[in-house]
């Protein structure tokens, strides 16, 4: 018998799949506290999770006969992917049922904004007949700046059209086409931030759009402008926005995530201009039973071995072939996530060069691998999965070459990666090394042998005795050790290449210090 656990509020009909298998043991408890989920877990093959549970690596760990995750819903940052995915455990989403109930949310948002009904209502409660102060604006002929064009923005927009506003918007993976489609005006993170007067953000929570709107985007903006988040908390620093509003640029703000949830102690709940919810976006009868029916069904098929579409972290492909792949698959994205994250500008094209044993196998599916490790560096790993991923690159106009080649350079099997961007190229070539698990054996022409694992530090410099003394300086200053070291060259004296393996993450700032080393060109951090 195989035992679920649903330890959010879930729609009891949508489960009904579930809940009618007769294999399938579903429990349903909805108030545990992290301890007490930590202590049923290791009983359960599946749990199912709204963005209340947090699934950390502590409960994934104790989790020891979990198989999979399903999350009603589209955001997974409240469980711990790479924890799941080195576990084996597969995360599944259900990133489609409530887009509409969380672009109605935003509406309401912004209507209620512009008239301020909910300040308006209160003073109502009070017996305050204040009809002075709260005069609003329409939203006719107001420029909407959307940031985020993907399911939830694009509904936005339609129904925004409706309202006769100007359109326009941020989106880097999407196309003018795309947008002037649907009505938007492409633009510039800049000329969204200078031109809107309501602003909405719906992108997810990746490294790239945390804190994207801060000190520096408020100053940008025109005096007045008002602002909604109904995507996720931290996109927007909510300090940031508090200085905002008290300088007057904000003129108000409806936010429904938060950095911290529940956000008891934050000053957003007293800010007179500000309207929140309790991350309502997707609460709605509709919504909860769209997820709870789609995150039933690919959870039953993917106990049951039989294909599904939406996960976020593990192949979808019948388990004869998936075994014979999957050394391989670890390799391929991380030869992707590797080689995106050490160049610079769009990118155009993505050539991959198999040689060796590989060339017998399903490389297309690998090649599906390397792609969701180049673009999830982009568009976060909701976005992209091994099943979508060469169709997002299309959607790109990326170009991708797969290239079946007879020269090993001695590896029994060889994935040579090729990045071109408006910029620059780079390549990355890595193996399997039978017993040994995967090995980067070449980066940009220079041979090198990295375990491509944890807290990788990247470094382009000339080489010139002395630099490689400066860098173990600068990371011992900050207290990070190196446990690995690799330095290839073109050429004595020529361009030189460092891969640093530490043992703890590296903040920004220590990378600002080693490019300022004289004679490095750049450097980059990876983590594997
Ligand atoms: N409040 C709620 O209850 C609620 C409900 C549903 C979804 N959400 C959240 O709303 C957000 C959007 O959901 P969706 O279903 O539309 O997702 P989506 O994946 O369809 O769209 C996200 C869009 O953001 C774009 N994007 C990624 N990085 C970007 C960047 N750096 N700058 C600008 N754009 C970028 C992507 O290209 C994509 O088009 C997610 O964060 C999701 O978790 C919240
Ligand atoms: O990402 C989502 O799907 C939304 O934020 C909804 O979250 P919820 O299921 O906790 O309401």
């Keep these: 018998m195989i035992k679920i656990l649903v330890s959010d509020p879930i729609s009891e009909v949508g489960l009904k799949s579930l809940l009618d298998a007769e294999d399938i043991q579903v429990d349903i408890k909805t108030d545990l506290n992290s301890q007490e989920l930590k202590s049923i877990i290791g009983e359960y093959q599946g749990l199912l999770v709204r963005s209340q549970t947090k699934v950390t690596k502590e409960i994934i760990e104790a989790g020891k006969h979990l198989l999979v995750i ?7 940052d409240n469980i711990d992917i790479k924890a799941a995915t080195e576990h084996g455990i597969a995360v599944i989403n259900a990133p489609d049922g409530n887009t509409i109930s969380a672009c109605e949310h935003t509406l309401a948002m912004l209507l209620s904004m512009s008239r301020w009904i909910p300040q308006a209502h209160n003073d109502l409660t009070q017996k305050q007949w204040n009809r002075k102060k709260y005069v609003g604006v329409e939203l006719n002929n107001k420029v909407l700046g959307i940031i985020g064009l993907g399911r939830i923005g694009l509904e936005v927009a339609k129904r925004a059209k409706a ?19 649907n009505g938007i005006q492409l633009k510039s993170l800049e000329e969204v931030l200078r031109q809107a007067d309501f602003l909405t953000v719906h992108t997810p929570l990746t ?31 909510e300090e940031a926005l508090i200085k905002a509003l008290n300088e007057g640029i904000v003129e108000a703000a409806t936010i429904d995530v938060f950095e911290k949830e529940p ?21 709605t009868k509709e919504a909860q039973l769209n997820v709870a029916i789609d995150v039933a069904k690919e959870v039953y098929h993917y106990l049951a ?4 579409k939406n996960a976020i972290n593990m192949p979808s492909l019948p388990s ?17 996530t590797f080689i995106s994250s050490v160049i610079m500008g769009g990118i155009q094209k993505v050539e991959i060069i198999y040689s060796g044993d590989i060339i017998e196998e399903e490389i297309d599916y690998l090649t599906r691998n390397i792609l969701k490790g180049i673009l999830r560096q982009h568009m976060g790993i909701t976005e992209v999965n091994d099943v979508n991923a060469d169709v997002m690159a299309k959607r790109r106009n990326i170009e991708v070459v797969e290239i079946r080649s007879n020269k090993t350079h001695g590896f029994t099997n060889l994935i040579t990666v090729k990045l071109t961007t408006n910029i620059e ?25 990295v375990i491509p694992e944890g807290h990788l530090i990247i470094t382009e410099h000339i080489d010139k005795p002395g630099i490689i003394g400066k860098f173990g300086t600068l990371l011992g200053n900050a207290g990070i050790n190196i446990g690995t070291m ?43």
């Design 163 to 181: 309202f006769n506003m100007i359109l326009i918007g941020y989106d880097p993976f999407t196309t003018e086409e795309q947008a002037q489609k």
């Design 263 to 283: 956000p008891l102690d934050s000053p957003l709940l007293d800010h007179p201009k500000v309207i929140t919810t309790p991350h309502l976006g997707a609460s």
């Design 207 to 237: 490294k790239e759009t945390k804190y994207m709107i801060d000190d520096k985007q408020f100053s940008l903006m025109k005096k007045g402008i008002r602002i909604v988040n109904c995507a996720r908390g931290g996109i927007i620093r």
């Design 320 to 336: 004869d072939i998936l075994n014979h792949l999957k050394p391989y698959i670890p390799l391929a994205e991380k030869l992707g």
């Design 425 to 449: 190229e780079k390549s990355i070539s890595g193996t399997l090394l039978n017993g040994y698990g995967p090995r980067f054996v070449n980066f940009n022409g220079s041979t090198i042998d």
């Design 70 to 76: 399903g999350r009603a819903g589209v955001g997974v």
């Design 486 to 528: 690799q330095v290839g060259r073109n050429k004595v004296g020529g361009t030189a290449i460092g891969i640093f393996g530490v043992d703890k993450e590296v903040e920004d700032h220590i990378l600002d210090e080693l490019i300022k080393v004289e004679n490095v060109s750049n450097t980059y951090y990876v983590e594997l």
């Design 305 to 308: 071995g039989v294909p599904y």
